[in-house]
Each structure stands twice: as C-alpha cells, then as structure tokens.
C-alpha cells in the first residue's frame, strides 16, 4: 500500500486519466473529490460489498431451469 500525505487542493494523478483531490478536513473525516473518465465506475467500499451481497442472494433465489429433453419443442 502506498500512504500519501496530502494538504488540502493537493492531487494525486493514477495513470494518465484518475485525479483524486483533497478538498477539505474536517476532524478526522478527509473530503476527496475523483475525476475519471466516464467509462470507469467508482464505488466506495461499503457500497460495492452490498451489490456483491444481492447478486449472490439474488443467484439463490433464481428460479430453476428446466431441462432441455423435457421440453416439447
């Protein structure tokens, strides 16, 4: 992991198209802004695992398929 220390209206450059900024500090909670080009999602951590979660519930609860050979076709 690389730890970077920032002041505020600081960047940080990942690759030639990701800028994540430091816009303000405010006790012990930091306000970052990212620019990314459209194609390119960001989540944050807790939202991600969520999605991860229902897709998985979801999954289980999908109804089966029948099998093809009891098909009158």
Excluded at 10 to 22: R, T, Y
Excluded at 41 to 51: G, H, N
Excluded at 55 to 60: G, L, P, S, V
């Amino acid at each position: 992991m690389l730890i970077i220390t920032r002041k505020i209206g600081e960047k940080i450059k990942i690759g030639d198209s990701i800028e994540i900024v430091l816009l303000d500090i405010k006790g012990r909670q930091a306000s970052i802004g990212i620019s990314a080009p459209k194609g390119v999602t960001i989540l944050r951590e807790e939202v991600l695992k969520r999605i991860k979660e229902e897709n998985i519930r979801a999954a289980k609860e999908a109804p089966k398929t029948k099998d093809l050979d009891s098909l009158d076709i």
